[in-house]
């Protein structure tokens, strides 16, 4: 089946994207196609280039960069929500005359409508949240 | 249209499982994650609305949830399904559709 | 083939952001011509009181926008009578939420409809696609 997968909170402050994760590997290892993984409200800080945090746990936002690398999934940021929390991609930046960008590898900014296309073209859409 | 509803916040912190209670169909079945495994732990205040849940529809918890919060497997409510995360996305491609509680 | 989208709302405005921006998804969908619901039920039936004032909170006021749905075409708006009855309040606590239809000389109609959890129920077994925020 093609599934698609909403995040509404960011790393660590919530279990959301730990469960989606380990759901969509779970997915993927039964062969479902995963049409999209979509970032909303907090979910964006999912997508920080910036974070460091501590070695002996896991490090959610490279987890997701690996998972997107091995499977070709398809990360969108929404861009209002990422507007809004400061994270920026290098268009982004330059387009709001920021100073930087923070946005991590195998992710993509892009609109709302990528959420309700994902709901559309999905067998199914399962959202993680608080 | 049957729908798997997950349910993740402990019934003490919020009241969705009271919520999808009100407005379950017949054929759908609850999935507790994350927080939301304590209402299928035995002895609580909630345990017989939740066994009560159980004689109308499929009842599972997440098996790995329960175990990080070190809730034993022997220690749910009786009628109640353990399922990893394997099992998590059968329930959501058997199910025709699935309304995240949050 | 339009799908039968169904967003849930059950947070009040302004303690957390979800009103705000499940708001904003909402009139996203309009413009993919699917079949839209949306349900306000536990706390969420507070996002439409009427008569919201922010200044003293410093936030926007996004309570207008609800007006702008039936513009929209968002008019099939479900309000669980549990939840309003739980929080004392009535439909008239509430924003009075409009569509014009086209196919009735654009007769000015009810967005709101109030239901009962069985009647929400129903609706809800009959959704295809389940937003969450």
């Known amino acids: 089946m093609k599934l698609s997968i909403q995040i509404n909170e960011g790393p660590y402050q919530h279990q959301a994207s730990d469960s989606a994760y380990q759901f969509t590997k779970a997915a993927l290892a039964k062969g479902h196609e995963i049409f999209r993984v979509f970032f909303y409200h907090d979910g964006v800080n999912n997508a920080t280039r910036l974070g460091v945090p501590p070695q002996d746990d896991r490090n959610i936002t490279q987890q997701w960069t690996e998972l997107q690398k091995e499977h070709e999934l398809d990360l969108v940021v929404c861009i209002a929500a990422a507007q809004r929390r400061g994270l920026l991609d290098e268009d982004e930046a330059k387009r709001q005359g920021k100073d930087a960008n923070n946005i991590a590898e195998g992710f993509r900014i892009s609109g709302l409508g990528q959420l309700i296309e994902a709901g559309i073209e999905a067998d199914r859409l399962v959202v993680f949240g608080d | 249209m049957s729908t798997l509803h997950t349910i993740n916040k402990s019934p003490f912190d919020r009241n969705s499982f009271g919520s999808c209670m009100r407005v379950i169909s017949d054929g759908d079945a609850i999935l507790f994650i994350e927080d939301g495994v304590y209402a299928a732990t035995s002895g609580t205040t909630f345990s017989d609305a939740v066994k009560a849940a159980t004689d109308s529809h499929t009842v599972f918890v997440l098996g790995p949830d329960l175990s990080a919060r070190g809730m034993k497997e022997d220690g749910i409510v009786e009628g109640v399904n353990v399922v990893d995360y394997d099992g998590f996305v059968d329930l959501v491609t058997e199910y025709d559709k699935t309304n995240s509680w949050l | ?133």
Do not use: C
């Open chain 3, 1 to 133: 083939m339009a799908k039968k989208f169904m967003f849930v709302n059950r947070r009040a405005p302004y303690g957390t952001v979800y009103a705000l921006e499940s708001l904003e998804v909402v009139l996203i969908s309009a413009a993919f011509e699917q079949e839209v619901a949306l349900v306000f039920m536990d706390d969420g039936v507070y996002e439409l009181t009427k008569g919201q004032k922010t200044d003293g909170i410093g936030m926007k006021n996004f309570s207008p926008t609800y007006s702008a749905l039936g513009d929209y075409e968002i008019k099939n708006i479900y309000i669980e009578k549990e939840s309003l009855e739980e929080r004392g309040l009535t439909l008239d606590d509430l924003q009075h939420l409009v569509w014009e239809d086209e196919d009735d000389d654009w007769a000015e109609k009810d967005s709101i409809h109030l239901v009962s959890s069985k009647e929400l129920a129903a609706v809800m077994a009959d959704q295809e696609v389940v937003l969450s925020f």
